[in-house]
Nanobody, 115 residues
Framework: QVQLAESGGGSVQSGGSLRLSCAAS????????MGWYRQAPGKQRVLVAH???????NYADSVRGRFTISRDNAKNTVYLQMNSLKPEDTAVYYC?????????WGQGTQVTVSS
């Protein structure tokens, strides 16, 4: 079992930056792949970025070059650095942990980007 807690969301103007954090507890963090997803109003939840237990990363085309995912296994935390934010990045951002058939989700944090 993994518990996840996101933080760092907020409101920012277009072109600004935010850093989201997701603190994990309850299991061996380093064994899990970690991901960030987002869900805009009226839309499905979609992958933003993920980082495997081995440190490999993958990004959605819409955020590649602007967002950076990283993990600190010593702190059991995964980060999402978001730069050059756009209004279309507005969404609730969710952290997840995955390992084999097991997937865990955080409660989400709101990010609002105004033009």
């Amino acid at each position: 079992q993994v518990q996840l807690a996101e933080s760092g969301g907020g409101s920012v103007q277009s072109g600004g930056s935010l850093r989201l954090s997701c603190a994990a507890s309850g299991s061996i963090f380093s064994l899990y792949g970690m991901g960030w997803y987002r869900q805009a109003p009226g839309k499905q939840r979609v992958l933003v970025a993920h980082v495997t237990s081995g440190g490999n990363t993958n990004y959605a085309d819409s955020v590649r070059g602007r967002f950076t995912i990283s993990r600190d296994n010593a702190k059991n935390t995964v980060y999402l650095q978001m730069n050059s934010l756009k209004p279309e990045d507005t969404a609730v951002y969710y952290c997840n942990a995955f390992r084999g058939p097991y997937v865990y989700w955080g409660q989400g944090t709101q990010v609002t980007v105004s033009s």
